[in-house]
């Protein structure tokens, strides 16, 4: 049985809509760069979002700041709970240069180096072993590094080693039961490789 660890988040981003469950809002939808986040609303922030929506305020496309907990299990899961929602300006400048070393090995804009390729597993089986969260964190390392240039991310069917899921392929190399904690290295190599 896994265990489970909270921690607080904060996500600016813009509104993309919500998904109803009966008559209850229940998730909202926001982008960050090339990032997608579909975030489970707590009562708080569900009034927040009401009072915009009703107000007027809130228009598809809106930057908005979503803040609340999070739980990554042992498993490789994240769970998103939002407990607060406002509007917000857009970003006044483009993020600050990367200073990670992951980041420090990107190609920078002239270089000849095409966009890295990841293919991620979306079937059942893989999803069932991880591939969703192995999705998200890929997506949330892409983002945080400011690498949407130079890494392409992209869910795919079934690639036949259901039972050795999560599958990834990394520019056209297989890997097999990957975790979440391991994809910062695997790009990493792979972005020093080109």
Excluded at 51 to 78: N, T
Excluded at 137 to 163: A, E, N, W, Y
Aim: positive net charge; charged residues 25%; aromatic residues 4%.
């Amino acid at each position: 049985m896994g265990c489970s660890h909270a921690t607080s988040f904060c996500i600016v981003g813009q509104f993309r809509g919500y998904e109803l469950k009966g008559h209850k809002i229940r998730y909202i939808h926001l982008c960050q760069l090339e990032a997608e986040y579909r975030l489970k609303l707590g009562s708080e922030a569900r009034d927040d979002l009401l009072r915009a929506a009703l107000a007027g305020d809130l228009q598809i496309g809106d930057w908005v700041e979503v803040s609340g907990l999070q739980e990554d299990s042992s498993k490789g899961g994240r769970k998103r709970k939002a407990h607060r929602l406002c509007r917000c300006a857009p970003p006044a400048s483009p993020p600050p240069e990367p200073t990670t070393a992951l980041a420090a090995a990107a190609p920078r804009a002239g270089d000849n180096r095409g966009k890295m390729k990841v293919l991620v597993c979306q079937k059942s089986s893989c999803c069932k072993r991880g591939g969703k969260a192995v999705m998200q964190q890929l997506q949330q390392l892409v983002c945080d590094r400011h690498l949407s240039d130079q890494v392409t991310i992209k869910g795919t069917g079934c690639m036949g080693k259901c039972s050795k899921g999560p599958v990834i392929v990394i520019d056209k190399t297989h890997y097999r039961q990957v975790r979440p904690r391991l994809l910062p290295s695997l790009i990493a190599q792979h972005i020093d490789n080109s």
